[in-house]
C-alpha cells in the first residue's frame, strides 16, 4: 500500500495492539520504524486512538510513544506528521504546531 502515492498512514492504536499491562516504547519502536521508512514524514499522520488507548495507557502516556519517536526527526518532520499532513490533506485550518500541544490536547488555528 505505501508504494501508492494517495495512501497515508495514521499512527494510531498502537497500545491497543500491545500487551494492555506490560508494553514499552521499546516493544512498538518496530511499527512505527517501518511506517516512517515505508511512508516518510509526507505521508504519516499522527493518531491517539482516544478513548480507546486508555485501555492500555493513559492518554499522555500512548501520545508519548510517538512524539518521543518523533523526535530523533528534524522539526519540519515532526510538525508534518503532528498535524500538518492532517491539515494539509484533510484540509483543516487547526492543527498541533509542537508535542506540547498534542500532549495536552491543545490546537491553534
Same mark, same amino acid.
Given at each position: 500500500?505505501? %508504494?501508492?502515492?494517495?495512501? &497515508?498512514?495514521? +499512527?494510531?492504536?498502537?497500545?491497543?495492539?500491545?500487551?494492555?499491562?506490560?508494553?514499552?516504547? $521499546?516493544?512498538?519502536?518496530?511499527?512505527?520504524?517501518? %511506517? =516512517?521508512?515505508?511512508? @516518510?514524514?509526507?505521508?504519516? +499522520?499522527? @493518531?491517539?486512538? =482516544?478513548?480507546?488507548?486508555?485501555?492500555?495507557?493513559?492518554?499522555?502516556?500512548? /501520545?508519548?510513544?510517538? /512524539?518521543?519517536? +518523533?523526535?530523533?526527526?528534524?522539526?519540519?518532520?515532526?510538525?508534518? &506528521?503532528?498535524?500538518?499532513?492532517?491539515?494539509?490533506?484533510?484540509?483543516?485550518?487547526?492543527?498541533?504546531?509542537?508535542?506540547?500541544?498534542?500532549?495536552?490536547?491543545? $490546537?491553534?488555528?
Amino acid at each position: 500500500m505505501a %508504494a501508492l502515492p494517495n495512501v &497515508v498512514c495514521k +499512527l494510531s492504536g498502537l497500545v491497543t495492539e500491545a500487551n494492555w499491562k506490560t508494553w514499552t516504547a $521499546a516493544d512498538l519502536e518496530r511499527c512505527l520504524t517501518v %511506517a =516512517w521508512e515505508a511512508f @516518510g514524514p509526507e505521508r504519516l +499522520l499522527m @493518531g491517539s486512538d =482516544w478513548p480507546v488507548c486508555t485501555l492500555a495507557a493513559e492518554y499522555e502516556r500512548a /501520545v508519548g510513544v510517538t /512524539v518521543d519517536f +518523533l523526535a530523533r526527526f528534524s522539526t519540519a518532520e515532526r510538525t508534518a &506528521v503532528l498535524g500538518g499532513n492532517a491539515a494539509r490533506i484533510w484540509r483543516l485550518g487547526a492543527h498541533c504546531n509542537s508535542s506540547k500541544e498534542l500532549r495536552t490536547g491543545t $490546537a491553534t488555528t
